[in-house]
């Protein structure tokens, strides 16, 4: 059913923003990259514009991951949508084409919202780290997806 779709997808899309979450920190770890502070500044711009409040700067870190998971989790329950109502069953590889689909978004959309640089202006280890880390964002949402989809006991057989 399209409600329960929609469900896998968003365990699915919190899976694989945990996982891609993973990737990143190992990634800032490893290469002395800094973290992104897009989500958390999304998230400032709406609370101020919704409740009219400021956000304190020891809350920040705690938003930027809440609205790192909530955008993730959104993208997974739109795929689970579009993947239960698809007639044959959704391969885990589609979640490949979501990952390539939420970079091209957030690629467009972050220049736009003045929160980023726009794609040409960033270096191409730059924007493959970042397709990289949405790949693997969409791989896991995609097999997750596919693990809740299949009935238990059928798993390795679907």
Not at 46 to 63: D, E, H, Q, S, Y
Request: charged share 15%.
């Amino acid at each position: 059913s399209p409600p329960a779709a929609a469900v896998r997808g968003l365990i699915g899309g919190f899976v694989g923003t945990a996982a891609m979450t993973t990737a990143q920190t190992a990634y800032q770890k490893a290469t002395g990259a800094g973290s992104s502070d897009a989500p958390e500044r999304v998230g400032r711009r709406i609370i101020r514009a919704v409740l009219g409040r400021r956000v304190p700067r020891k809350r920040r870190p705690a938003l930027n991951q809440a609205m790192h998971f909530l955008y993730g989790t959104s993208w997974g329950a739109l795929f689970g949508v579009i993947a239960g109502a698809r007639t044959r069953s959704t391969s885990p590889a589609a979640g490949f084409a979501l990952g390539t689909t939420v970079c091209a978004v957030s690629l467009a959309e972050l220049p736009a919202l003045e929160l980023a640089p726009a794609p040409w202006e960033r270096s191409a280890v730059s924007l493959g780290s970042e397709l990289a880390f949405h790949l693997v964002y969409g791989g896991v949402t995609g097999a997750a997806y596919s693990a809740l989809a299949t009935p238990p006991g059928l798993q390795g057989h679907a």
